[in-house]
């Protein structure tokens, strides 16, 4: 391998890993605002929470939290498929946890404070600037 090439493929690989750290903080976007989740049973709160963590891994949390789905059994057919995923890091006992979120959250979210999303909390404070 010429040195030009591993200079290249070096750079390629510190370019993916500050990406791959980033891409945790970013994946949040989307999520409930932290005054939402105030309102929230503590239970529920504590799931979301776990929820947070473990979805927003692979994709924003907006992707679940606007599925606009009502059946109960599709979430867990949902998380059941997601909890599979390599990397996902949901295990068993998480998944019952986050359930318990999406079930309050499937029967709630019509209830919920307005600007729910963290996204458009933040947005809507730099003037829709992102």
Not at 50 to 60: D, E, G, M, N, W
Not at 70 to 93: L, N, Q
């Amino acid at each position: 391998m010429t040195t030009e090439r591993r200079t290249f493929t070096g750079l390629r690989l510190l370019l993916f890993l500050g990406l791959a750290c980033t891409t945790g903080r970013s994946g949040l976007r989307g999520g409930l605002s932290a005054e939402v989740v105030k309102t929230l049973p503590v239970e529920v709160a504590q799931a979301y929470d776990l929820f947070a963590i473990r979805c927003s891994r692979c994709h924003t949390l907006s992707r679940p939290l606007s599925a606009g789905i009502d059946d109960f059994e599709h979430w867990e057919h949902y998380v059941g498929r997601m909890r599979k995923m390599p990397g996902s890091g949901i295990s068993p006992a998480d998944g019952e946890k986050i359930l318990v979120f999406l079930k309050y959250y499937t029967e709630h979210r019509k209830d919920l404070p307005a600007g729910q999303s963290s996204e458009q909390t933040s947005t809507s404070s730099t003037g829709g600037a992102r």
